[in-house]
């Protein structure tokens, strides 16, 4: 039996926010796409988060808002629990075959897989996946969004103690040669900064102390909050944590080096968070093959001229956009959505 083909005008790879904006900008134009997803729902990472920074909405808000959109328009199909598993170049448009048995026949192809975070228990150190009471920054994004039915307090997951004391230990799996990832993740300081916030306004007795290499808050907003931070009593000590460590209670204790001062220093939390960095989507090597376009030596995809065509790849009619092609917080993602769907109404202009 023959495969059913189905045309559209573009193919989006990926139902993060990139994608979502890049389908409502074409919708905008009057193109036609349809976005395919490997996750059983839409949205992304973004959909996970409690509240995004600097000005703490919603990321649950900000993926539902850009779902219901996609939805309502006749011009965007999407497919969820699915990829791409082969892609062939005929006649100056794409034949696309999905892994649910499809085929489509398109005129271009948009990229926006998105990125995974590092896996903590990499940096054995930490205890991470060992010590219940040491979590990743999604989880505890978790355990905030849970306290919000809570009293608004946060409640650490071993025992439902109330957290009181708190450690945040930035760049976990972000600038380190030995990882080899020796790129900053350029949102963690912020993100990590704007969980710190949280558990002080929610507990103004609690204590949370922040142990990093640089605090870099580069965009707008970005460094209020920082400042924000301190002046609510969130403590920052420059260092790298050595170990963390489980006491017989379920607390953590902490050594690390204050390289301000040269001096060892080391603290007892209720909780410990990992603030844990971006990398790659697990499936990049696999999708540059399919697509036959170039990434760098981070794993991150490249784009033909990275001023000029910012969007484009070595492959004509194939284009990317969002954090696949480098770090960068979800505004960032949500203008290059919009960006790339531009590009392509314009490549398929020029290529009636």
Known sequence: MSKEIINRKVMIIGGGVTGLAAALSLDSLGIESVIIEKHSVLGGK??????????????????????????????????????????????????????????????????????????????????????????????????????ETKGGVLLR?????LVNRMAIIFCVGSRSRRLGNPYCSRIC????????????????????????????TYDRGFEEMFQYAQELGVKYIRGRVSECSALPNGDIQVRAENTLLGKPVQGIFDIVSLSVGMMPCADAADLAQILGIERSADGFFTPKDKFFLPHDTIREGVFIAGSLTGLKPIKDCLLEGNAVGSRVAAYLNDNK
């Open 46 to 147: 973004v959909k996970e988060y409690s509240k995004v920074f600097p000005d703490f909405r919603s990321g649950k808000a900000i993926s539902r808002e850009l779902i219901e959109k996609v939805e309502q328009s006749s011009r965007i199909k999407t497919i969820v629990s699915a990829t791409v598993s082969k892609v062939e170049r005929i006649n100056g448009a794409y034949s696309v075959t999905t892994t649910d048995k499809k085929q489509y026949k398109v005129k271009a192809i948009i990229l926006a897989a998105g990125f995974d975070v590092f896996d903590a228990r990499f940096q054995e150190e930490y205890g991470y996946g060992v010590y219940p009471n040491v979590v990743n920054s999604l989880e505890l994004e978790a355990l905030l969004e849970a306290g």
């Open 157 to 161: 997951p071993s025992d439902g103690k």
């Open 189 to 216: 300081c912020s993100y990590s900064t704007k969980q710190a916030i949280e558990i002080m306004e929610k507990n103004p007795e609690a204590s949370v102390t922040c142990f990093y290499m640089d605090i870099r």
